[in-house]
């Protein structure tokens, strides 16, 4: 589940002490694997402290997708029409799938259940707003991540990128401070658009700036990511007398949230950067990787059968049940495309895969 297909990456500049690495990365398969089992544990039912550890998941996931489209969107730069050429790919790439899916599992589930929702209900689950079904939020990050690819290529890894992402970010926080669109009838149109687009954005920029960075700079940013949330925990835990896990900056996502992901999500990418490519290279990693964001949307379809069928509610036997069946689900789907494709040779499909 990413803004870009890993296909679409030919060069990658890993940082400046390492060297070029033609072709497919595969540590970032494998870490889009991570971050893909770490959002599906969250539906699952888990403990407390196993939800605070995957709680780095979707920022991880979305500076995977932004390290990928620093490279993807160099093809469209090119031309005239290049930011409204690469919005249209990205549309097509995150939006059609999501409606498409979701018209599926309305239908499976009126069909199953005999009742429906209120019109609401369905209109917030295809505008990918957490007030509908919930799980499709995640593909709104991406969309709007993807959105400010064009925006980024421009000021790049500057100090006047950094000195607006930085600000644009302070008046975030002061903005949720003084609960600013969080009352009243436009509430969940403002936490859908400004309130995911600014500390997204800030993710975002970090992704898209990876590989431009120097080894000292990544260490400054992990540094400092790690000393703020440790910082966080310490004042939250003298604040209530107890840990609080992260969630509770997470809707919308503050700095406490957004600290611990951005530490763990470097300290993942220094670490797997620099080993061996054969440490990665799998197959089955790769499948998930290049298919993740249909395995997720599959899952939540899994899900509701699972519950539907009152199967046993212990978390990791549903993790391993959801995650098989769903990546199982998607390979199929893939085999019977293929041979409709060798057939037909219909465009369309490319967007069914992955």
């Given at each position: 589940?990413?803004?870009?297909?890993h296909?679409?990456?030919?060069t990658?500049?890993?940082?400046?002490?390492?060297?070029?690495?033609?072709?497919?990365?595969?540590?970032?398969?494998?870490l889009?694997?991570?971050?893909?089992?770490?959002?599906?544990i969250a539906?699952v039912?888990?403990p407390?402290?196993?939800?605070?550890?995957?709680?780095?998941?979707?920022?991880?996931?979305?500076?995977?997708s932004?390290?990928l489209a620093?490279?993807?969107?160099s093809?469209?730069?090119?031309?005239k029409?290049?930011?409204?050429?690469?919005y249209?790919?990205?549309?097509?790439r995150?939006?059609?799938?999501?409606?498409i899916f979701?018209?599926f599992?309305?239908?499976?589930?009126?069909?199953?259940t005999?009742?429906?929702?209120?019109?609401?209900?369905?209109?917030?689950?295809?505008l990918?707003t957490?007030?509908?079904i919930?799980?499709v939020w995640v593909?709104l990050?991406?969309?709007?991540s993807?959105?400010?690819?064009p925006?980024?290529?421009k000021?790049?890894l500057?100090?006047k990128?950094?000195?607006?992402?930085?600000?644009?970010?302070?008046?975030?926080?002061i903005?949720?401070?003084?609960g600013?669109?969080?009352n009243g009838g436009m509430?969940?149109?403002?936490d859908?658009?400004?309130?995911?687009?600014?500390?997204?954005?800030?993710?975002?920029?970090?992704?898209?700036?990876y590989?431009?960075?120097?080894?000292?700079a990544?260490?400054?940013i992990?540094?400092?990511?790690?000393?703020?949330?440790?910082?966080l925990?310490?004042?939250?835990?003298?604040?209530?007398?107890t840990?609080q896990?992260?969630?509770?900056?997470?809707y919308?996502?503050?700095l406490?949230y957004l600290?611990?992901?951005?530490a763990?999500?470097?300290?993942?990418l220094m670490?797997?950067?620099?080993?061996?490519?054969?440490?990665?290279?799998?197959?089955?990693?790769?499948f998930i990787?290049?298919?993740?964001m249909w395995?997720?949307?599959?899952?939540?379809f899994?899900?509701t059968?699972?519950?539907?069928?009152?199967?046993?509610?212990?978390?990791?036997?549903?993790?391993?049940?959801?995650y098989?069946?769903s990546?199982?689900?998607?390979?199929i789907?893939?085999?019977?495309?293929?041979c409709?494709?060798?057939r037909?040779?219909l465009?369309c499909i490319?967007y069914?895969?992955?």
């Amino acid at each position: 589940m990413s803004i870009v297909n890993h296909e679409d990456v030919n060069t990658i500049n890993i940082s400046n002490t390492i060297k070029q690495t033609k072709g497919r990365l595969y540590y970032i398969d494998f870490l889009k694997c991570i971050g893909l089992t770490c959002i599906i544990i969250a539906h699952v039912g888990s403990p407390s402290w196993v939800m605070m550890l995957r709680s780095f998941d979707v920022p991880l996931m979305v500076i995977l997708s932004s390290i990928l489209a620093n490279r993807s969107y160099s093809k469209y730069s090119s031309s005239k029409t290049s930011v409204i050429n690469y919005y249209t790919s990205r549309i097509k790439r995150l939006v059609i799938p999501t409606w498409i899916f979701l018209t599926f599992y309305f239908v499976f589930k009126y069909i199953v259940t005999g009742s429906g929702s209120s019109v609401k209900y369905y209109l917030d689950s295809f505008l990918l707003t957490r007030y509908g079904i919930g799980y499709v939020w995640v593909i709104l990050i991406y969309l709007y991540s993807a959105m400010l690819i064009p925006l980024f290529a421009k000021f790049k890894l500057s100090i006047k990128g950094v000195v607006i992402v930085v600000i644009s970010y302070v008046i975030y926080e002061i903005a949720y401070h003084y609960g600013l669109g969080l009352n009243g009838g436009m509430v969940h149109f403002v936490d859908s658009t400004f309130y995911y687009i600014i500390p997204y954005g800030l993710i975002t920029y970090l992704g898209y700036n990876y590989n431009k960075m120097t080894a000292k700079a990544k260490y400054v940013i992990l540094l400092t990511s790690s000393i703020a949330f440790i910082s966080l925990a310490i004042y939250y835990w003298a604040d209530t007398g107890t840990f609080q896990l992260v969630q509770i900056a997470k809707y919308p996502p503050r700095l406490y949230y957004l600290s611990y992901g951005i530490a763990c999500s470097f300290a993942l990418l220094m670490i797997c950067e620099r080993k061996n490519r054969a440490l990665f290279e799998n197959k089955i990693v790769r499948f998930i990787s290049s298919h993740s964001m249909w395995i997720y949307l599959w899952h939540i379809f899994v899900l509701t059968v699972y519950e539907i069928l009152k199967l046993p509610e212990i978390w990791f036997i549903k993790l391993i049940v959801v995650y098989i069946i769903s990546s199982v689900i998607v390979l199929i789907i893939n085999i019977l495309l293929d041979c409709l494709e060798r057939r037909h040779h219909l465009s369309c499909i490319k967007y069914l895969r992955g």
